[in-house]
Each structure stands twice: as structure tokens, then as C-alpha cells.
């Protein structure tokens, strides 16, 4: 049928198909880089999206782990401060001084000594301790310790501070011979 054609309306028919067809190349190009623009976008917006929640966490891990390393020096310091007051406390009695510095020697981090009070008897002498110790485990071990030190003849801790788990008041008495 394309030979029942003239050659003018022939050349005509073939512009037209190569015109159609450029328009359909040029179309379907446009379109493929539309959608590659969005997509690209969408990735650069999740990326920045991403970063910048990295970033807020990066800042949030970071002042948490400051604000626990002034908590841990606060900490410290109120420990030591502690330490010293109570040790203050016993100018006159150098053996209860001796004492109270072996004593806090054997507290563990987690174990904290809110006060000291000695009393002397006949026969012997009594020193008491009282504070608090974060778990059970922590408090048990200070006491086995007490009790190893070979010091004392008695280390007495009473059973009703095992009631709880966590944040153990306690009052430990330690008995030991007039020098």
C-alpha cells in the first residue's frame, strides 16, 4: 500500500513518522528524568532526614554521658566530703579513728556510710555503722569483708535489712577488744 503513494506524499508520510517518533524519544526522556529527579530528591531528603537524626542522637548520647560523668564526679566529691566529716568526728580516739579509716576502706563503690557512732565498755568497745547500699549483693559483700578483716570479734547485721532489694538502709555493729 506504501508503493500506491506518491513520492512527494511519501516524503511527506516519512518527516511525519520521524517527527512522531523524535516527539516519543523526546517525551519518554523527559520522563525518565523527571522521575529520576524526584527519586532523587526523595533519597537526598531521607539522607538529610537520616543525618540530621543521627546527629540528635550523636548530641543526645553525648551530653547523657557528660551529665553522668559530673553525676559520678558530684558523686565523688559528696563521698569524700562525707568521709571526712565523719572522720572529724573521732579526734579523740585514735583507735576509732584507725577504725573508721579501715572500715571505709572496705566499702564498695556502691555501699554509702552516712555515720559512725563508738561506744567503750569494760571489755569492749562497740563502733556502729550506718548507711545505705544500692543492691543486696553489695551490702552482703561489705559485710564479708568487715567479717574478714579479723579485727572485730563480732559483725553483727540484722536480718530485717534484707527486706528489700534495692536502696538497703543498714546499721552494722562491729565489736572489738579494749587495747
Known amino acids: 500500500m506504501f508503493n500506491l503513494v506518491t513520492d512527494k506524499f511519501r516524503g511527506v508520510l516519512k518527516k511525519e513518522y520521524h517527527r512522531r517518533l523524535h516527539i ?10 523527571t522521575i529520576f529527579c524526584i527519586l532523587m530528591a526523595t533519597i537526598y531528603y531521607e539522607s ?9 542522637q550523636y548530641n543526645q548520647v553525648k551530653s547523657d554521658r557528660i551529665q553522668q560523668s ?15 566529716i565523719l572522720m572529724n568526728d573521732f ?18 563503690n556502691k555501699v554509702i556510710l552516712s555515720g559512725f557512732s563508738l561506744s567503750f ?24 569483708r568487715l567479717q574478714n578483716m579479723n579485727i572485730f570479734s563480732k559483725v553483727d547485721l540484722p536480718l530485717s535489712t ?7 538502709g543498714f546499721n552494722i555493729s562491729l565489736t572489738y577488744p579494749n587495747q
Do not use: C, W
Request: charged share 25%; glycine share 6%.
Open 24 to 33: 516519543a524519544v523526546l517525551v519518554l526522556t523527559i520522563l525518565t528524568l
Open 121 to 144: 565498755g569494760a571489755k569492749d568497745n562497740q563502733l556502729s555503722i550506718q548507711g545505705t547500699s544500692v543492691t543486696r549483693e553489695d551490702l552482703l559483700s561489705f559485710y564479708k
Open 70 to 84: 559530673d553525676q559520678n564526679f558530684i558523686n565523688t566529691v559528696q563521698n569524700i566530703k562525707g568521709e571526712m
Open 48 to 56: 538529610f532526614v537520616h543525618r540530621q537524626t543521627i546527629e540528635a
Open 91 to 108: 579526734p579523740s580516739d585514735p583507735m576509732g579513728r584507725d577504725l573508721v579509716q579501715k572500715v571505709i576502706a572496705q566499702k564498695g
Open 162 to 168: 534484707y527486706t528489700k532489694d534495692n536502696d538497703l
